[in-house]
């Protein structure tokens, strides 16, 4: 599996890479991190993605790693990236009926290909990377034998699916999901409907034959093959928000197992000022990402996540039960070991929190970070303004508390 190849799912890969990016992660990520020079030249940005989806490793580890080597400003551009992530997850967590509104609209548009024998053709045209517009085609090939894309082509690729070929983003969506090895509710969704229009009401991202020619190293340019224009495609609006997540705190005396999911496998936190669980499970919540499967390397990387979780902390987990896959199965396990609670990591909206709150029988105790308790409250509205509180999460992050 070439993806995994490039991705070992442990903990120490993501942490050597992100002592090899850190020199990088000032002047030249500011410079050259639009420069999408294909696979294998991926160089001017972190490729860190998987790590983070996972939190392998976390972001305050990469937060502070660059901070110790580069100022505030020099790595300002890496640092807002860093935050774009913590910002959709917490604009996600607020307005959860997107997540849901984006199932459905999947659903409906799956009908649609099974029932309509042109759209079913230019949909499986697309995924496989046989449209006729190269830097698409050549993309969707990268995509599906990497497990990842450079941002630049994200958006450009997003951009070709709704607004060149007119397939229905949430399809698209779908088909990033099921081959990302970072492929992650909260900016995979947010980063779809913003190219198409719905994060920021009628504001379209349009790609450019020019600024693929600049931006790819004139590998491409798709002169006369893309739409001129990006009208707003339909979807579900954004909703009211709703308050942010609190998180739970568990009860030290209560018998207690442990859930391990892919939302975060570092759960090193939780083990040092939490109980001591008397068992640990992992939960499978890749049959969630879609209705078709996903790629086989999308599920080897978050089980290998998962076991790396595992074998980092293995001798205080109990004994360990793998991939578990729905609320009644985690229920039977729990009351197995005789548990009072369940306690995991507040698992953010996505397919690990769909499964976890189908459990009813035994008490759940989700604990939040304090990162995404700090930042989450602050994705009111657009980055623009989340923006503004990052030196205050930095100064809490570093212990200092910056006005
Ligand atoms: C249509 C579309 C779909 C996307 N789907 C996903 C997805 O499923 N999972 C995912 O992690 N990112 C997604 N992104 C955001 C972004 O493209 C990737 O995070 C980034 O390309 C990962 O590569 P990197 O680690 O080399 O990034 P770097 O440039 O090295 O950035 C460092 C980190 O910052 C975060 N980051 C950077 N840009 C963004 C962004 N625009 N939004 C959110 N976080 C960001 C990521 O955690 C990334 O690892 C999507 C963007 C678009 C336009």
Redo the contacts with the bound molecule.
Sequence with gaps: MQALEHFPPTRETGLDRLAQFVPRAGKDYQTN?NFDLGSGA?DH?????PY??TRLVTEEEALRAVLEEHSRSAAGK?ID??F??TY?KGWLEMRPTVWSAYKGERDQAWDDVQTQSGLRQEWEAACRGETGIECFDHWAHELVETG????HA??WF?SIWMFTLRLPWALGADF??RH?C???PA??T???R??GGLHTPDKTYLARASNIRKYTNERFHPKYQLAGEAAPVDGTPNPERMAPPEGDTPDRERRTVLLLHEDDCAPGWMLEDGPAPVATATLDATGGISHLEPAPHVKAFRDGALADAVAQHGDVLGPVTYALDSASAIAAWAREHGAEQIVTSYPPVGPAADIIAGIDEVPVIRRLRPFDARAWPYATAGFFKFKDKIPKLLGALKGVEVA
Aim: charged share 20%; proline share 0%.
């Design positions: 991190r991926h940005v972190s490729q860190l993605s983070f989806r890496f990236e860093m774009w992530r959709s990842y894309l450079h941002n994200r958006m997003a990033f999901l990302l970072d492929g992650d900016s995979n947010l980063g779809w913003w190219v």
